[in-house]
Each structure stands twice: as structure tokens, then as C-alpha cells.
């Protein structure tokens, strides 16, 4: 019998290797809004929302002052952070032109809407919120179709207001 993972097993945390500790907590903490939970020195820190014990720990352990890794080489493409409304996501991505951070994406998934960018270490980070499932796009057959479309971007940003 092929062996399923139970439906209620969650992703708790990722764990980033980081070049500057500083920096980063400038995109995450400061940009972002994480809380800082516990820092240890100028060597790690874990961050979450809500006061979770961490879901993004942070660390320079054998990364401090490194480059960034190449684009093409094998490693996490992002990490995914889910927001629990569409307009929190509104916020945030109001929060980042304000800011005028960089983006490298803006999709609407079918299932999601997502903004997508790179921390300061170039990890690539999805910013997203989850359609109400009865709006998932399906086939014929009742199968998933996942796709990935233009964000409406205005529709989006009036829901910060």
C-alpha cells in the first residue's frame, strides 16, 4: 500500500543560511513585519507571526559575508508565506511599492494570488493568500488546473484601502 503523509501534517518552519544578519532582519522584521522571537548574538535569530515559537529562522553559521548563490544552482527556489486575508496581502504589497522594493512577480494561480520577490540574499520569497477552494479552477473531470495569469493588480491594491 502506497504510504500518504496525514492531511493535517504542516510545513513548520525554513531555516535560511544568510550572509548579514542585519540585513536580513531589515527585509524580514522591518519590511515585513515579522516579530523577533530570539536572537542568539550576530549569528542567528528566529522570527514569526503571531508568536509562534519561529517559522523563518535566520542564520550567517557558515554564510556570513558570502555571496549570493547563483540563480541556476540547486537549492530552495522560495519560500512561501501565506497571509489569511486577500487584503492582508493588499497591505503588504502596498507596503512594498511604498517601499519601493524590487518585485520579480505578480500572478494570479487560480487557486492564489501572489507577489512574488527575493530577500536580500536573493532567496526567493512568495508572498501569496489562498482562494476560498469552492472558487479553484477545475476541469471537466473535477481535477485541479492550476495556472498562472496576470494579477490584477488595481483590483488587488483597492482592497489596502
Known amino acids: 500500500m502506497e504510504y500518504k503523509i496525514p492531511p493535517a501534517t504542516r510545513i513548520g518552519h525554513v531555516h535560511l543560511k544568510v550572509s548579514d544578519l542585519d540585513r536580513s532582519l531589515a527585509f524580514y522584521h522591518d519590511l515585513l513585519g515579522f516579530e523577533i522571537m530570539q536572537r542568539y548574538g550576530s549569528q542567528a535569530v528566529f522570527i514569526s507571526a503571531g508568536g509562534y515559537h519561529h517559522h523563518i529562522g535566520l542564520n550567517t553559521w557558515y554564510s556570513r559575508n558570502a555571496p549570493k548563490a547563483s540563480q541556476n544552482a540547486p537549492g530552495l527556489f522560495h519560500t512561501a508565506i501565506l497571509y489569511p486575508t486577500r487584503k492582508d ?35 526567493g520569497v512568495e508572498l501569496y493568500w489562498d482562494k476560498p477552494k469552492e472558487q479553484w479552477p477545475l476541469d471537466a473531470a473535477g481535477n485541479l488546473q492550476m495556472v498562472t495569469e496576470r494579477l490584477d493588480v488595481k483590483s488587488l491594491l483597492a482592497e489596502a484601502e
Open 89 to 123: 496581502l493588499a497591505v503588504i504589497l502596498k507596503r512594498l511599492i511604498d517601499a519601493q522594493y524590487p518585485l520579480t512577480g505578480l500572478s494570479d494561480h487560480g487557486v492564489s494570488e501572489a507577489i512574488y520577490l527575493d530577500d536580500p540574499d536573493g532567496n
